[in-house]
């Protein structure tokens, strides 16, 4: 409970910070970048580092690619009956289709099922929502917007993202054996992840706009954090038939809001950008009502 509070205080202070203009209107960049190049990796080495990796895992990972394509298929159909444009579409896909796995999965994670849960989290965050991000999302960027992205290009972004460089040489390391000091030097970076993260979500927190994308930001929601979980649900333990420590984790990570990086890329390529907003801000602030829900409910399941 501690730690929820944590996460609540931070993103209140965050948002506060924007509303009385403390900081510079870009000031969550900063906090972005000390995140993706320092605290995220410095956690993946810690926790990855000794993760017991088995077949459970290759279906946690799986997760966000099958929510990914099966809410970009949901969205296109929405999109044709509501005849939505193009660049809402993808706006759609972006944020409704990832889930903030890291940023905020990682803090909810912790404070559901434990410090046991990290590894299986950020396994799922690197080689699902970002793997899924640098490659399909980036293609539906491309095409959902006028620019264009070279095969070159999208293989460079995914081989230079920091976290995803720390989950390699984690795993490439794990037959070595880290020394105390550098376990606790990580564990302290890495510390600062949640707190911060979650100040920069509140810092970008903008609800402008709300009334015309009343329609978009609904489906976009609802489909993130009632329908996207419930699917999972039913795929890991009504059809596939699996339970355990760890597919509890991934229906957690399932329930997540809008993944901030899903956002990011989607204001970049101009893919309606107020939308984006909204469905980050409003998504995140909802997300630590139904987040809990859910774990309720798989109290039960």
Request: hydrophobic share 55%; net charge positive.
């Amino acid at each position: 409970m501690l730690n929820i509070l944590l996460l609540l205080v931070c993103l209140v202070a965050g948002a506060g910070l924007r509303y009385f203009r403390k900081v510079p209107p870009d000031g969550h960049m900063a906090l972005n970048a000390f995140i993706l190049h320092l605290a995220l990796p410095a956690l993946i080495l810690v926790y990855v580092h000794n993760a017991q990796l088995d077949r459970h895992i290759v279906y946690a990972v799986g997760m966000p690619w099958l929510l990914f394509i099966v809410g970009a298929a949901v969205f296109w159909t929405i999109a044709r009956l509501l005849s939505l444009p193009s660049a809402t579409t993808g706006a759609l896909m972006l944020t409704g289709g990832l889930g903030n796995t890291s940023f905020v999965g990682i803090p909810m994670i912790e404070a559901f099922y434990g410090k046991d849960g990290i590894a299986t989290g950020l396994l799922i965050d690197q080689l699902g929502s970002y793997m899924v991000l640098s490659t399909l999302g980036i293609t539906v960027a491309c095409i959902c917007s006028r620019g264009s992205e070279r095969a070159r290009g999208v293989v460079l972004r995914i081989l230079t993202f920091p976290p995803l460089i720390a989950l390699a040489l984690a795993l490439l390391l794990r037959p070595v054996a880290f020394p105390p000091w550098l376990l606790d030097l990580l564990g302290r970076i890495g510390s600062t992840l949640a707190p911060l993260a979650l100040v920069s979500v509140g810092m970008q927190l903008k609800l402008e706009a709300w009334r015309i994308n009343v329609p978009s930001l609904s489906a976009g929601l609802t489909y993130k954090l009632l329908a996207a979980p419930a699917l999972a649900a039913l795929f890991y333990i009504g059809l596939v038939g699996i339970d355990g420590p760890d597919t509890r984790v991934t229906l957690l990570e399932a329930a997540m809001g809008p993944q901030i990086g899903g956002a990011i890329v989607a204001t970049q390529y101009g893919l309606n950008p107020p939308l984006v907003t909204l469905m980050v801000g409003a998504g995140t602030v909802l997300a630590f009502a139904t987040v809990p829900m859910w774990w309720i409910i798989l109290g039960y399941v």
